[in-house]
């Protein structure tokens, strides 16, 4: 079964918008919650994590939030640069029951941000 | 500084032969981990190891197994290859302890033929 769930395959968005990535999340035993962006022939690259004590948390153009109640959680890029096209990954570890020591990966999102 | 280093980042393998990656972490850190990145599958985990020892391990074959040296830097291996094995195989490092950022490296494209 999936634990981690990026809804959305694909996301388009113009140049100095908003950009709203989402993900959703099954483990009541996650507890820490990454973001990565990833391009073609790359590793992925660490974007912003927050931790389950928070609400939101934010570097940048980029804010992450974190709604435990209804296990979802969403990345916020403002504004949306075309550099910023790429496929994001929502990823989450916990601190028992085997999911610790390891992250759990959404399918990722890919976005395009269009000039 | 420098980031987390795979090698070889492309091989051919055909089915029944094994492999051995490579993967050197950033420095001072003492966890690595292995993902297998599959366009059906995402990434998924396969191990991590913290000082030289297995903490996690994911659902893969037992023809996956790993190890970890006393440098952290780690190995995988993958025996009697198959098809499916073809996949973009991902290493991460980071300090080790709870809620750590992982740091990946660029990988390794298996094509298995």
């Not at chain 1, 999936?2 to 950009?19: A, C, F, T, Y």
């Not at chain 1, 660490?46 to 980029?62: A, P, T, V, Y």
């Not at chain 1, 949306?80 to 959404?106: E, H, I, R």
């Amino acid at each position: 079964d999936q634990q981690v769930k990026q809804n959305s395959p694909s996301l388009s968005v113009q140049e100095g918008r908003i950009s709203i990535l989402n993900c959703d999340y099954t483990n009541s035993m996650f507890d820490y919650f990454l973001w990565y962006k990833k391009y073609p022939a790359e590793g992925p690259t660490f974007l912003i994590s927050i931790s389950s004590i928070k609400d939101k948390n934010e570097d940048g153009r980029f804010t992450v939030f974190l709604n435990k109640s209804a296990k979802h959680l969403s990345l916020h890029i403002v504004p949306s640069q075309p550099g910023d096209s790429a496929v994001y990954f929502c990823a989450a570890s916990g601190n028992s029951g085997g999911s610790n020591y390891k992250l759990t990966f959404g399918k990722g999102t890919l976005l395009t941000v269009n000039p | 500084k420098a980031g987390v280093t795979q090698t070889p980042r492309y091989l051919i393998k055909t089915r029944g032969q094994q492999v051995t990656l490579s993967c050197s972490p950033i420095s001072g850190h003492r966890s690595v981990s292995w993902y297998q990145q599959t366009p059906g599958q995402g990434l998924q985990f396969l191990f991590e190891y913290f000082s030289e020892t297995q903490r996690n391990k994911g659902n893969f074959p037992g023809r996956f197994s790993g190890r970890q040296f006393s440098n952290s830097r780690s190995e995988m291996n993958v025996s009697t290859l198959e098809l499916g094995d073809s996949a973009l195989y991902l290493c991460a490092s980071s300090f080790g302890g709870d809620k750590n950022i992982q740091y990946f490296g660029a990988g390794t494209r298996l094509s298995v033929l």
